[in-house]
């Protein structure tokens, strides 16, 4: 299993920035990937970012071009730039961490919040 912390949430105007970060811990040499999954009040929760170990990304058209996911594999830690920041970003921002036996493992959550 992969514990994993997030960090880097909080208020932020429209148009400002935040960072977040996801520090993993345990079984972190069965990672083949991690990123951010978003939940706002009433809605599903969706992908935000992705990124392989491999380097390889993914995002989702709401956050493309806004918000970019980047790891160091160093320490184990992944993180989370986002620009631009609009209102409809608000909501709690899930870290998550997908290993080769097939689980998922779950952080619990930062809380985003965007307005003026």
């Known amino acids: 299993q992969v514990q994993l912390v997030e960090s880097g949430g909080g208020a932020m105007e429209p148009g400002g920035s935040l960072r977040l970060s996801c520090a993993a811990s345990?079984?972190?040499?069965?990672?083949?990937?991690m990123g951010w999954y978003r939940q706002a009040p009433g809605k599903r929760r969706e992908l935000a970012a992705s990124i392989t170990t491999e380097g390889i990304t993914n995002y989702a058209d709401s956050v493309q071009g806004r918000f970019t996911i980047s790891g160091d594999n160093a320490k184990n830690t992944v993180y989370l730039q986002m620009n631009n920041l609009k209102p409809e970003d608000t909501a709690v921002y899930f870290c998550?961490?997908?290993?080769?036996?097939?689980?998922?493992?779950w952080g619990l959550g930062t809380q985003v919040t965007v307005s003026s």
């Open positions: 998550y961490g997908e290993t080769s036996l097939g689980n998922r493992d």
């Open positions: 345990g079984r972190v040499s069965t990672l083949i990937a």
